[in-house]
């Protein structure tokens, strides 16, 4: 087939290369360059985890998509994907939380993950003060992604193996016609099969009847220069996750980018795809008292900056599947995106799944994500 891809973040550019790969003709548009620096795939780093998913589909999914990251690490010039191991910190929920029946789920499919005491997390990780915590977790297969690179370096893959990649092109509309689909930009036009839109926060400027199914939020982060990066490195400092209700703390150890990130994923800054990328001087603020109480040494540092991304959700927050679809009232026409705040990771996994539903194909992997009465 003849196929179109509309957005080049992790979920389009995923696509492109699972489709080209099954043999199809792709061309991926992309409104900006690669990585576009507003697109929420486009970070310096997201966390690769399997813990916190209630559902069987994201271990597997996140299993898979780790064998496809180390691959790409390996075939790209640049490295993308560190194993860091990853400590969860629980304090206030009830055993009925995802967090908590997520863990249950993975400690049944996974033997090396471990409950640790407060004893031991503050032996083995003494930068992070975890005291009064409920309960702690330490799973070693986590780590992170390099995000912005791993989207370049992908690109180069994808070029390479044949995809038209058409970046500077804002695609306008995107309409079904007799036998398929097509794609307009500036005076231009161009016919597919089928297409796929993998447009991120702005899927619902092309599809408006989203419009009324996601809902967009605002989530920052803050960039600490330690004043001794030793004790941050890889090898000594984890990716972490501290959790309670109503607030959720993360971070990465120290980067290639010479600092180390610590961000927010409260769901709570509703906002529009064009809200500027700069940090709150409110949310810098915030982020520096909370490094003050949890990790000491690194609040001796500078603060250097920040920014914000955007969490593309479903209008019920409840319901973090993404969405792998025909788009509503459409044959030929696919979404794929709705990441929420962890669509990255399965850049290596979610490829298979998005082609399977463009080519009709069962996928049991897919259910999850496919549409059903979930708008209704
Ligand atoms: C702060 C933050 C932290 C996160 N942390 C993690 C994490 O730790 N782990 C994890 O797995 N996930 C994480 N996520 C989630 C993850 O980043 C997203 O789920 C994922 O990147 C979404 O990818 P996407 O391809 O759907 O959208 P995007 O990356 O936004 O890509 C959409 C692309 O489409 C292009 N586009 C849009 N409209 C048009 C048009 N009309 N014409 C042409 N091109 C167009 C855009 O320019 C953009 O490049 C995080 C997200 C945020 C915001």
Known sequence: MNIGVVGAGIFGMAAALELRRRGHRVTLFERGRIPNPEASSTDVSKCIRRTNYPHRTYVELASRAAVQWREWHER????????????????????????????ETLSRLATDIRELTAKEAEDRFPQLVLTGQDRLFYDPWAGYLRSGQALEDLAGLARDSGVTLREDTPVEAVEETAGGASVRWDSSRQDFDRLVVAAGPWVAELLPAMRTRIRLTRQQMAFFVPTDPEPFRRGRFPVWSILSPGNLWYGFPYLHEGWVKVAEDSKVDDTRADVSREPTAEFLDWAREFVARHIPALSRGELVGGRSCLYTNMAVMEDEQFVIDWAPGRQRVLIAGCGCGHGFKFGGSIGPVIADALEDRENPLGDLFRIGNRFD
């Open 76 to 103: 790209t010039s640049r490295s993308i994907y560190f194993q860091t191991g990853q400590v969860i910190a629980l304090s206030g929920f009830g055993p009925e939380h995802p967090s908590l029946t997520g863990w």
